[in-house]
């Protein structure tokens, strides 16, 4: 994985928790990651029941920096 010019302790947590993430997903959300390149992901999130958001869903985007995002 290239990962940009992300230094290792910026790609080291985000890659542990993506795989928690993909062993035990939250219900209702979905990820996707490009191998190659974790400093941006995609995540779908269904509207919950009884919410004015239900049978929709949301489409978020997470993009990491140079930094690490414990420190910032």
């Not at 290239?2 to 959300?29: F, M, S």
């Not at 190659?36 to 920096?65: H, K, L, Q, R, V």
Request: hydrophobic share 30%.
């Amino acid at each position: 994985a290239t990962n940009g010019n992300l230094p290792p302790n910026v790609i080291k947590r985000p890659v542990k928790e993506l795989h928690n993430l993909d062993q035990a997903p939250p219900e209702g959300i979905k990820l996707l990651v490009n191998d190659d390149d974790f400093s941006t992901i995609f995540a779908d999130i269904e509207g919950s029941a009884g919410t004015p958001y239900e049978n929709g869903s949301c489409c978020t985007t997470w993009m990491t920096g140079d930094e690490d995002p414990v420190d910032l």
